[in-house]
T-cell receptor, first 115, second 113 residues
Framework: DGGITQSPKYLFRKEGQNVTLSCEQN?????MYWYRQDPGQGLRLIYY???????QKGDIAEGYSVSREKKESFPLTVTSAQKNPTAFYLC??????????????FGPGTRLTVL | KNQVEQSPQSLIILEGKNCTLQ??????????LRWYKQDTGRGPVSLTI?????NTKSNGRYTATLDADTKQSSLHITASQLSDSASYIC????????????FGSGTRLSIRP
């Protein structure tokens, strides 16, 4: 059953803690992305990766970090430096970098709440 | 500045009625425009994608139009169903960079029985 999965679905964090959100895909896609969604706003790009061991900052990378050690996996760490981390986080993948005709496929999302 | 603006922000219609959602963009250079449906608490799912040479694309009861000259797109939903209740997001991409994928803030559609 092909697709893109994220875990956990809900995550609670105390202030000052780092947390890692998981994203896995079995679509054999080269490109992967992390977005943040806040109420009333469009999705904003945090990081993206076009190939294993390579990733680029998006528009709001401060306070976040990623790794791409395997093609299938693109975990996102929300560090204590992120001032307002409470949001809905979406991971996506595409055959190659979007900007051409490639469709992005999205995971189900992780809702992070800072207590 | 590259922007995607959607209207209305929210819309309530009765089941069985038609509706049209609007998207205006200033993204340049233009590559393609997508419409996504996002159910509450879920990830977006693609409905249609159009390049600058396409001016209409259908997917079942969903029909998207594109006017690349005026930089406007619309999504028309025919004979609405309760399952159409969701947010509809317009997304515009340009050629210059993978990060230049601009998301609109969405239209929240509610279908009432």
């Amino acid at each position: 059953d092909g697709g893109i999965t994220q875990s956990p679905k809900y995550l609670f964090r105390k202030e000052g803690q780092n947390v890692t959100l998981s994203c896995e895909q079995n679509l054999n896609h080269d490109a992967m992305y992390w977005y943040r969604q806040d109420p009333g706003q469009g999705l904003r790009l945090i990081y993206y990766s076009q190939i294993v061991n390579d990733f680029q900052k998006g528009d709001i990378a401060e306070g976040y970090s990623v790794s791409r050690e395997k093609k299938e996996s693109f975990p996102l760490t929300v560090t204590s430096a992120q001032k307002n981390p409470t949001a809905f986080y979406l991971c996506a993948s595409s055959i190659s970098l979007a900007g051409s005709y490639n469709e992005q496929f999205f995971g189900p999302g992780t809702r992070l709440t800072v207590l | 500045k590259n922007q995607v603006e959607q209207s209305p922000q929210s819309l309530i219609i009765l089941e069985g009625k038609n509706c049209t959602l609007q998207c205006n963009y200033t993204v340049s250079p233009f590559s393609n425009l997508r419409w996504y449906k996002q159910d509450t608490g879920r990830g977006p799912v693609s409905l249609t994608i159009m390049t600058f040479s396409e001016n209409t694309k259908s997917n079942g009861r969903y029909t998207a139009t594109l006017d690349a000259d005026t930089k406007q797109s619309s999504l028309h939903i025919t004979a609405s169903q309760l399952s159409d209740s969701a947010s509809y997001i317009c997304v515009v991409s340009d050629y210059s960079s993978a990060s230049k994928i601009i998301f609109g803030s969405g239209t929240r559609l509610s279908i009432r029985p």
